[in-house]
């Protein structure tokens, strides 16, 4: 490869405002900034997203959508930030564009792009896809909204010269319900950086259970009240650590469901944390629970692995593909049968140590190195 091959990392989705960042912009920095110097790179995001992204990809150019963008609905914001982008990729050339995900403000921009200049590489990311509206949690209207969306802009990432994905499941969907042709998509997954995890210094196991993810409705957030209560019932001591940023209309939501099951002194809602902090709460548990309803990949529960720690979670398919028996599950919608193994876990030492010691033969095969490598060469044979 060329070494002054230029490439575009579009980030233009991001959204943080103390929320926390996805797994997929986790991964592109982690992968950026170990094969960064293999090209020339221009990142477009926003404000939020440089302050974080800067911290590891150090020698890239930064290209920042403006602040008033940042008012209205998510809709507006992302509408404004996709016409930004593509007036401003219209002034550079490009061996390579890549999209960090499947949101419009990443994919729109790439496809007008790749139009333009059909000699340029487009490399798409797409790390899930949306449940059915009917059943996913929180608002349907916002659900139909975005299963909307999502299509429209997967009908574009047809025109993508190479598409990753993280899971078979997600390859399988785009395969039979977009038509994407199978052999543009590659599975590549997410990584871990295990000895970052291994030099968090922490006290002795404080807390019975944790809990870390952005607080929204699909990451199971409203299913915690109704399952501690019932763990409590039998550990009446238990006491719950809840890390993630989210809206405060769904903190005090959240806070009032567990007052009003008389749990105010057994759970606790941090709020967003940096990773430091956060992921020493997590080395001073006995127990990761994540009711999460859908997940591309899980990347946090590979991170509570590296910390050492058994997790409980509801039985999505991804997980037996992903972490190969390492979960401890629930059938889905069961809180009676979530809390149940979260008491039989925290009720036995012997059962911590076995699935402790199957997650870390799990997440051993999740180092990034190969996964860096397997990355660059994905853009290179594009």
Not at 83 to 93: A, E, F, Q, S, T
Not at 277 to 285: H, N, T, V
Not at 307 to 321: D, F, K, T
Not at 364 to 379: D, F, M, S
Request: glycine fraction near 6%; charged fraction near 25%.
């Amino acid at each position: 490869m060329n070494k002054n091959a230029k490439i575009a990392l579009l980030v233009n989705s991001f959204w943080n405002a103390g929320a926390g960042i996805s797994g997929g912009d986790q991964r592109l920095m982690q992968i950026f900034k170990r094969i960064g110097k293999n090209f020339q790179i221009d990142i477009y995001t926003s404000a939020d997203g440089k302050k974080i992204i800067a911290e590891e990809i150090k020698s890239a150019t930064f290209y920042i959508s403006p602040k008033e963008f940042e008012k209205g609905n998510i809709f507006l914001r992302y509408r404004r930030r996709s016409n930004w982008l593509i007036k401003k990729l219209k002034n550079h050339h490009y061996d390579y564009i890549y999209s960090s995900s499947d949101f419009f403000p990443d994919v729109l921009p790439a496809y007008q792009y790749k139009s333009d200049n059909p000699k340029t590489k487009w490399i798409a990311c797409v790390f899930h896809i949306y449940p059915n509206w009917r059943v996913r949690p929180g608002s349907k209207i916002r659900n139909i909204v975005g299963s909307k969306i999502q299509d429209f802009s997967l009908a574009r990432i047809k025109k993508a010269d190479k598409i990753i994905n993280v899971n078979y499941q997600v390859r399988d969907n785009l395969i039979s319900k977009y038509q994407i042709p199978k052999d543009k998509i590659v599975i590549n997954s997410c990584g871990i950086d295990l000895e970052y995890f291994r030099k968090i210094k922490a006290a002795k196991k404080r807390y019975q259970a944790c809990f870390l993810a952005r607080l929204m409705p699909s990451k199971g957030i409203f299913d915690l009240p109704e399952i501690w209560a019932k763990v409590v019932k039998k550990i009446p001591t238990a006491k719950l650590k809840i890390i993630g940023g989210g809206s405060d209309e769904v903190k005090l939501k959240l806070k009032n469901q567990f007052t009003k099951l008389g749990l105010s002194k057994n759970a606790e809602i941090l709020g967003f944390l940096p990773n430091d902090k956060a992921y020493k709460i997590l080395k001073e548990s006995n127990l990761f629970v994540f009711p999460s309803h859908e997940e591309g990949f899980g990347i946090v529960i590979a991170e509570a692995f590296a910390c050492g720690l058994p997790v409980v979670a509801w039985n999505l398919p991804v997980y037996r593909e992903v972490f190969a028996g390492a979960v401890v599950e629930a059938k889905i919608a069961n809180p009676n049968q979530f809390a149940k193994e979260t008491i039989k876990i925290l009720e036995s030492k012997s059962l911590q140590a076995k699935f402790v010691a199957k997650s870390e033969n799990v997440i051993e095969q999740y180092r990034w190195q190969a996964i860096v490598e397997k990355e660059l060469r994905i853009i290179e044979k594009s």
